[in-house]
């Protein structure tokens, strides 16, 4: 397992708005959105802060649900400005109840919350998201119907770092673009084989 350079992003801005505006919809879409957001932005917390509701849910339209998606982005980035966007500090102090945190804010579940985790906070978490369900299911893993299912099954060794979990969570979603898709198409890979 190699860098896959998977997420590529010009900052970690990029990837909290990115991982707010794929949900639930492909990355052309949500890049659409992105890319509206940063002209009009920068991605700069106050001028996305001082945008009312109206025109950022003009700007992420293309990514659809845009409603919520609108209310999810202001409050993550109030959340990240209050806490002065310290990425080390907000890991330090709030080590043992982050995740729980982050599932509060609005539009944030537990994939969202385990991605910021590995990208943003740079810890190793399992990212249990629809490809690596589709993939656990295919190599005998029961109980893959749901994220909490999955991730409970999964306990990444102590040496698993960030840079891993990045990697891995990047392989798995390239193989899931060209395996996981449409039925039948995991039996044309190099893993079908292998069980």
């Known amino acids: 397992m190699g860098p896959s350079g998977w997420w590529p992003a010009e900052t970690k ?52 649900f845009y409603q919520n998606k609108a209310k999810a982005l202001h409050s993550v980035f109030q959340w990240f400005n209050d806490q002065h966007w310290d990425y080390a500090q907000i890991w330090q102090t709030n080590r043992a109840t982050l995740r729980q945190q982050l599932l509060k804010l609005p539009g944030v579940g537990n994939e969202t919350a385990d991605v910021f985790l590995v990208y943003i906070f740079d810890q190793p978490a399992f990212i249990a998201d629809t490809y690596t369900r589709r993939l656990f299911q295919h190599l005998g893993y029961e109980h893959t119907d749901t994220y909490q299912h999955l991730q409970r099954q999964i306990t990444l060794p102590q040496s698993f770092t960030f840079e891993m979990a990045q990697d891995f969570h990047g392989l798995i979603d390239e193989f899931g673009k060209q395996y996981l898709q449409r ?5 044309t890979s190099f893993l079908a084989g292998l069980l």
Do not use: Y
């Open 13 to 64: 801005r990029d990837i909290i708005v990115g991982a707010i505006l794929v949900q639930n919809t492909n990355w052309q879409n949500a890049d659409q959105s992105l890319q509206n957001l940063k002209r009009t932005t920068k991605l700069d917390a106050d001028a996305l802060l001082a945008l009312s509701h109206d025109e950022l849910v003009d700007l992420i339209r293309p990514s659809g």
């Open 183 to 187: 039925p039948g198409q995991f039996e």
